[in-house]
């Protein structure tokens, strides 16, 4: 171990505030406070102008694969389509999907492609709000050249089950790092004067029965978590439209909810833009927009245009006054005014996209988030004498995997391979799709002077025989997720548990590498040295894999979800209501007939852990995960010395950071607070990114976020902090309490 390096360095300061923008550049947003209040007052200039007619059209949008012959104007095969008002300037809106890139689902735009992003969660792994901006500018660049101006991005919704279909499009369990990173992307997918969502809202946390399950929790817990996570999110990125979702939230449609949109989104948090509701998500006319609904999407995948003629009734009976009807037209412009989509039109035709430097925004974004779970023995990186490496499943010979549904990109160069759907809730829009990044290749590429061969690994006995064979092993593992339905279970599909103990068992110098969208178990953890979690890594997931398991890349991936030792562990072993969703669908299938009497109606989900979401509710119940929220190995070492927590007013931690080992790494030091003598686990306050050089020292100034260190009172209503000692951890990950401090901090409230 080198001794300390004491050189005067510049102090990195991470300052997590009440409204401040975790690592994110301080440049004048278009969509900040002031310009929204300017935004306001130009729309409402330009309500005032309109018929009552020309205020409906734009209060509900056409799904263009169902809209033919309805609107004179092209419709592009996307996700949404809203027709302009000429006379008064007023923009065609045409809105795509864009999670992780301008989605092109099942190629409905023939031959359109455009850059693939790996999986929100391997987003979330890089800790990095600067990695999440980009990737959010660059979709936003591309998404205008396309033609689009509006992107169904923004995904906050948290993962409260591992087992979660849609949980890959999302930034895991902690509101503190994914609404930072969603607020991240956002700002950078409105840079391009464009419009970005935020999506679900609220709790939106499963698929199965996702269009009925009413999803129960408490006020104060509520706040605490999920909502959490929007709020910080919509503080730091100003996303121009709210999504609602598909389910109940107690009792009320979600995009029907009086609390959620009056109460909690436009009156506490003062939120300026509009509410559109999901593809297929609106029951009602005049409760929905008194409960806050603007704006109903595709509304062909609705049982009935609510907000066309019916809200024109509504208005003229007096259900819906005319103030609501203008306020709700005046949101929408309000959003595409105060990000610059309303006086920026888009091209006539597509315009030029630098796809090769795109692609090395996704890259970036893979390598940054690849995660190094096991690394016994040094067995990774891979050593430049190794001369006969047998790579082993996962389709690693043509590509990587990619998650399913609505976030599905065509990417640049093409899906080597594409399974469609026979059944199943995701068959109509979801193919089972791999992008041409061959780690295979990438793997020779990288290391020309080695026997690299490779080994489908349908049979177990065949590849372990060429394991034995090899002085090293790597066996691709792949798990398959897509929206509208969720994982049965968490074991890696088509026998590959069996695959990787067999090859294990042949081989001692094996690494598994994992693409899936979660967490996964390993019942062959013990026996496998190395492990790395890749996640769907995009369109250039292949040559980050490589970089990773041969060294040109130092990982410094973080989970951002806990991985359970076994499905039990989880607050609800299973999706609640597949069985009998199961069941129905089984009826169904025998009486086709009657098949809609077999539907799946509305069940309660009660999220009996609150707030402790994830990791918090581990430490709870007192178990210990197959590795921790946080967790994350380096090919270096780090070491962290001589901490210093300052408390009074506001909570902040400065400590010296080393790199201790023999190569340049980074390293994410995590802050946990809890109140002592309390009974709440840790809760994650505050967090950077370090890089530094061999033998290199930093000292790191971290400022917990307030709301993450106080409590919400509903009574208040808002949030508390209670006088007195706190715990402070300085940690690796969520269950490292090898350097705690105490500290007394004042009491204070702050608004809801």
Same mark, same amino acid.
């Given at each position: ?379 990774? +990186?891979?050593?430049?004498? @190794? ?5 082993? *499943? =996962?389709? !690693?010979?043509? #590509? /990587? &995997?990619? $998650? ?124 496998? +040295?190395?492990?790395?979690? @890749? ?5 250039? *997931? =292949?040559? !980050?894999?490589? #970089? /990773? &398991?041969? $060294? ?142 061999? #033998? ?57």
């Amino acid at each position: 171990m080198k001794k300390r390096v004491m050189a005067a360095l510049a102090t990195a300061s991470l300052i997590v505030g009440w409204a401040s923008g975790v690592g994110v550049a301080q440049t004048a947003s278009p969509t900040s406070s002031a310009a929204q209040d300017g935004a306001r007052a130009r729309a409402d200039a330009i309500v005032a102008r309109m018929t009552l007619d020309e205020k409906i059209a734009l209060l509900h949008g056409l799904f263009p694969p169902m809209a033919k012959g309805k609107t004179a104007n092209t419709l592009i095969p996307s996700a949404g389509h809203i027709d302009g008002i000429p006379r008064l300037g007023v923009p065609l809106v045409r809105e795509s999907d864009a999670s992780l890139g301008v989605a092109n689902q099942i190629e409905q735009r023939k031959g359109d492609v455009a850059t693939a992003l790996p999986s929100s969660l391997a987003t979330a792994a890089t800790f990095d709000p600067e990695i999440a901006r980009a990737g959010g500018a660059m979709i936003g660049a591309e998404a205008r050249a396309k033609r689009f101006n509006v992107l169904l991005a923004g995904g906050v919704n948290l993962t409260r089950d591992p087992w979660n279909g849609r949980n890959f499009e999302y930034l895991g369990e902690d509101p503190l790092l994914a609404g930072t990173l969603a607020g991240a992307h956002i700002a950078g997918v409105q840079s391009n004067r464009i419009v970005s969502t935020i999506k679900h809202f609220a709790l939106n946390s499963q698929e199965t029965g996702r269009m009925v399950a009413d999803a129960r929790i408490g006020e104060a817990a509520l706040r605490m978590s999920d909502l959490l996570a929007f709020q910080i999110a919509i503080e730091r990125g100003h996303p121009a439209s709210v999504m609602c979702a598909y389910n109940k939230v107690n009792g009320d449609w979600a995009c029907e909810n009086d609390h959620l949109l009056n109460d909690v989104l436009k009156r506490d948090w003062g939120y300026p833009g509009w509410v559109m509701s999901d593809w297929g998500a609106v029951h009602s006319t005049a409760k929905a927009a008194n409960a806050g609904l603007d704006q109903q999407s595709g509304q062909e995948l609705d049982k009935a245009m609510y907000f066309a003629a019916p809200l024109k009734a509504a208005v003229e009976a007096g259900q819906v006054s005319k103030a609501r009807l203008d306020d709700m037209v005046a949101r929408y412009l309000t959003g595409l005014i105060a990000t610059g989509a309303y006086d920026t039109p888009t091209p006539a035709t597509p315009a030029a996209i630098p796809y090769a430097r795109h692609a090395e925004v996704a890259e970036r974004a893979a390598e940054a988030g690849i995660v190094l779970l096991k690394n016994d023995r040094n067995v990774l +990186p891979l050593a430049a004498s @190794a001369k006969r490496i047998v790579v082993i *499943g =996962g389709r !690693a010979d043509v #590509g /990587v &995997l990619s $998650g399913g549904g609505s976030s599905q990109v065509r990417s640049v160069g093409g899906a080597p391979v594409e399974i469609p759907l026979a059944t199943g809730a995701a068959s109509s829009f979801a193919r089972i799709t791999y992008h041409a990044s061959s780690p295979l290749k990438a793997l020779r590429a990288a290391l020309p002077k080695a026997r690299i061969t490779f080994v489908d690994g349908l049979d177990p006995a065949k590849a372990a025989a060429a394991a034995r064979g090899a002085d090293m092993a790597i066996v691709f593992a792949t798990q398959w997720t897509t929206e509208a339905q969720d994982v049965a279970d968490l074991s890696l599909p088509y026998h590959q548990d069996a695959l990787i103990a067999a090859v294990a068992a042949a081989q001692p110098n094996s690494a598994v590498v994992l693409e899936t969208g979660g967490p996964v178990l390993m019942p062959w953890l013990s026996q496998v +040295p190395a492990v790395v979690q @890749a996640w769907y890594p995009g369109q250039r *997931g =292949g040559e !980050a894999i490589a #970089g /990773v &398991l041969t $060294g040109r890349i130092n990982p410094s991936g973080r989970l951002p979800i806990t991985f359970p030792a076994d499905r039990r562990q989880a607050p609800r072993a299973a999706p609640v209501g597949l069985d009998t969703l199961n069941s129905l669908e089984v009826q169904a299938a025998a009486n086709p007939a009657n098949a809609s009497s077999f539907e799946l109606k509305s069940f309660p989900i009660d999220y009996v852990e609150g707030a402790d979401v994830g990791y918090r509710w581990y430490e709870r119940q007192h178990q210990t995960p197959l590795f921790a929220f946080g967790h994350g190995l380096s090919y270096t070492d780090f070491a962290y010395r001589n901490p210093v927590v300052t408390g009074g007013a506001s909570l902040t931690v400065s400590v010296e950071v080393v790199n201790t080992g023999k190569r340049a790494g980074t390293d994410v030091p995590q802050i946990y607070v809890t109140r002592e003598g309390s009974d709440a686990p840790m809760r994650l306050a505050a967090f950077t990114r370090v890089t530094l050089n061999p #033998g290199e020292a930093r000292r790191v100034t971290l400022t917990a976020e307030p709301r993450i260190v106080a409590d919400y009172d509903a009574k208040l209503p808002g949030w508390r902090i209670t006088p007195g000692r706190y715990r402070v951890a300085v940690a690796r990950d969520a269950t490292d309490r090898t350097m705690v401090s105490d500290v007394t901090l004042d009491g204070t409230t702050m608004k809801p």
